[in-house]
């Protein structure tokens, strides 16, 4: 049961009267297991005060923000994502103000410390650039404009028609055109309200975040998935969720270690055409408690690790309540669809399921698995904001109309390093970003365009897979993934489709690691001490 409940107090400032302080750091850390993200920097569980309650932690000062959480200009929810963690990283990525940070002081909870806003020299320029490109255009200019906002209305109402077409009407072209603006949709509005940023209204970003569902995520899961694990460990082996998806498949150079959740089989690759129903369905099921163990443990092997709420939620009834919305949506669509046309009904919801999912993983995945990103000296670099700007790929920047087919991600780069920015703004802002890089001597991986971004990744994902006895993988040798003339695109496809085509034929296990564990210098830092603790 990932939910703390009443075992300590939930940030109302409150006192537990049953439990010692012990006890309660030790119930918090048995119901916080999972991802790293979860612990505190001394992995000691979530991060307490005196009398039980949990803390925020922002350059190694603890904060008791319980008081504020309600005055919080982003919203409660946005605020609640730090509480019993160090967020120093989060905080630093959504705030730029030294007025907001001196605001802190009054809720310090250390004693004799004194509050110092970060030292990164590249994320005080960024926040620079941001300044001079919004200069004069409003305090929250930033944000998404009227024009966006219209926009991403129109596509809602063709989305609207398509849905009512498909499973009102039964219409299979309907429902093979549902899945297009769905997406434009969801990426464009839910993604930008996971980040605050889609309106200046919290409660606003709060309701148009379920335009993800029924067909990709649900929103609560989602913030700890993506706002907190993603965009704080991005691309870390042992923190980073998206790299956790999938199990047995090996999606990351640096992931060295054995799977002990069985070997890969070429069956496991048509996982991405139900990563919806992961995200949207199973995923915030499991993280309130409602699956049954063996389905959990089945589930677990099969596809993923456990996702949990984010820690400052999970003993909210109404944050664990408003988590099963997506599922129930989820659930009364595919009922629905089946009640009005029957088997008929289970193929119309086949396209927007299938087509979103192959969508999502095309648009997030292709952008982060790649071999220039994921190598290990990336690991040692101690600016966060500098670390984001290299562990990401970028296609088609000056594009508009790809910027919105995508949401921005096309330029993940400037996302992850500014990701409180409204993505309708990228496409203007990226050049004055790239040039920010280059002053501080920053690489920006690129790829021509998206499909040219799919096939590389494919080409590592594939080549990881098929040389899992190897330690680590020898980057030097995608030298097609990441010279963009070094061969033609439907070549790199066709010689993917010809490999996937083999291994069909003869679908046994793969290859999975032997032998002893790696040596510290072959995998990322992170892992190597985890393993001298253990």
């Not at 929250?140 to 404009?145: H, Q, R």
């Amino acid at each position: 049961n990932t939910s703390l409940k009443s075992d300590v107090s939930m940030g109302g400032g409150g006192q537990s009267n049953e439990l010692s302080l012990e006890d309660a750091k030790a119930k918090a850390k048995a119901k916080a297991e999972g991802p790293a993200m979860w612990m505190s920097s001394d992995g000691e569980g979530p991060i307490l005060g005196k009398q039980g309650q949990m803390l925020w932690r922002i350059h190694g000062i603890d904060y008791d923000l319980a008081s504020f959480v309600k005055d919080h200009p982003g919203g409660e929810l946005a605020i609640r994502l730090g509480q019993g963690i160090d967020c120093t990283d989060l905080y630093e990525s959504y705030h730029s103000s030294h007025v907001a940070f001196r605001a802190l002081d009054k809720h310090r909870v250390t004693p004799g410390a004194v509050a110092e806003l970060g030292k990164s020299q590249f994320k005080h320029d960024l926040d620079e650039v941001v300044r001079l490109h919004f200069a004069g255009k409003g305090r929250f200019a930033y944000k998404g404009t009227t024009k966006h906002h219209v926009t991403c209305a129109a596509v809602f109402a063709c989305e609207v028609a398509c849905f009512v077409g498909a499973f009102w009407h039964g219409s299979m072209l309907a429902s093979f055109l549902l899945p297009w603006f769905f997406w434009v949709c969801a990426v464009n509005v839910s993604h930008d309200a996971s980040h605050f940023c889609f309106s200046t209204i919290p409660w606003v970003n709060e309701i148009v975040a379920f335009a993800a569902v029924p067909f990709l995520y649900e929103p609560i899961t989602w913030a700890h998935q993506h706002v907190v694990s993603h965009h704080t460990h991005c691309n870390e082996v042992e923190a980073d969720v998206d790299l956790q998806h999938f199990v047995p498949l090996r999606i990351h150079s640096q992931d060295t270690k054995p799977h002990v959740m069985g070997n890969p089989t070429p069956f496991d690759y048509l996982k991405v055409m139900l990563v919806g129903l992961h995200l949207g369905f199973w995923v915030p099921l499991n993280a309130s408690g409602l699956l049954p163990t063996n389905l959990q443990h089945e589930y677990k092997r099969s596809f993923s690790p456990d996702i949990h709420m984010p820690i400052g939620l999970a003993g909210h009834k109404k944050y664990r309540m408003r988590g099963l919305v997506g599922p129930m949506l989820t659930l009364s669509v595919v009922v629905f669809a089946f009640c009005m046309h029957g088997w008929y009904g289970g193929l119309l919801l086949l396209p927007p399921f299938v087509i979103d999912s192959l969508l999502f993983i095309m648009v997030t995945q292709a952008s982060h698995i790649q071999p220039e990103v994921q190598i290990a000296e990336l690991s040692d670099e101690p600016d966060f904001f500098k670390y984001q700007a290299r562990t990401s790929v970028d296609y088609s920047t000056p594009s508009d109309l790809w910027r919105l087919l995508t949401g921005g991600l096309n330029t993940q780069a400037l996302h992850h390093c500014l990701p409180y920015v409204s993505c309708c703004h990228y496409t203007d802002l990226y050049p004055a970003f790239e040039a920010c890089c280059n002053r501080h001597g920053i690489q920006l991986h690129k790829r021509e365009h998206l499909l040219h971004a799919t096939s590389t990744c494919m080409q590592h994902v594939w080549g990881l897979n098929q040389n899992r006895s190897a330690r680590t993988w020898d980057t030097s040798e995608w030298g097609a993934a990441v010279d963009p003339g070094a061969a033609p695109i439907k070549s790199q496809y066709r010689m993917i489709a010809e490999g996937i085509w083999a291994s069909f034929r003869d679908p046994r296990p793969l290859a999975c690691h032997e032998g002893e564990p790696p040596e510290e210098g072959e995998m990322t830092h992170h892992l190597a001490q985890k393993l001298k603790s253990s």
